[in-house]
């Protein structure tokens, strides 16, 4: 979860508490989401109150421009931010998506960035087809038998 992000601009003692509560809420998702043992009745109820506290979080007024920001945020994203706890098999991160654009990201590093927007568009295109047959164990690469080369037709 990338709240860090959203939290640590906070400085006015008003934002720092809105942040502390936020990081709580945070934490108490994650380990309800780690909680195996709770029956269906028993973890629909700790949703339900963790869902509240973040309503809460998200509607209150603050006088802290920083904290303003961060409810406003809050009240954007409340619908999606601890949909790890509603639906089965979503992940409480996005670690997997970061892996996956990883080699896409050294890859334009080591080649001096692209140095056009064409050449950007290009580059995401053919990422994007490579990572796909790649997830679908196709292959992409030298390693390819079915290749379909002047030489292959």
Not at 20 to 47: E, M, P, V
Not at 57 to 76: F, M, P
Request: proline content about 4%; hydrophobic content about 35%; some cysteine.
């Amino acid at each position: 979860m990338k709240c860090s992000k959203w939290t640590s601009a906070t400085t006015a003692r008003s934002g720092r508490r809105s942040a502390k509560q936020l990081r709580r809420l945070l934490c108490d998702g994650l380990r309800l989401h780690k909680r195996k043992d709770f029956s269906k009745q028993r973890y629909a109820s700790r949703t339900g109150l963790i869902n509240r506290r973040l309503w809460t979080l998200a509607d209150a007024a603050y006088r802290d421009a920083d904290a303003a920001r961060l409810a406003e945020r809050l009240g954007k994203y409340r619908d999606y931010l601890f949909t790890f706890l509603d639906t089965p098999g979503v992940p409480p991160d996005n670690n997997h998506a970061e892996r996956m654009i990883r080699p896409a990201v050294i890859l334009r590093k080591n080649t001096l960035c692209n140095r056009s927007k064409a050449g950007a568009a290009t580059q995401a295109v053919l990422m994007s087809i490579y990572r796909t047959l790649k997830l679908r164990g196709a292959g992409a690469g030298p390693d390819r038998d079915d290749r379909r080369g002047p030489e292959n037709l």
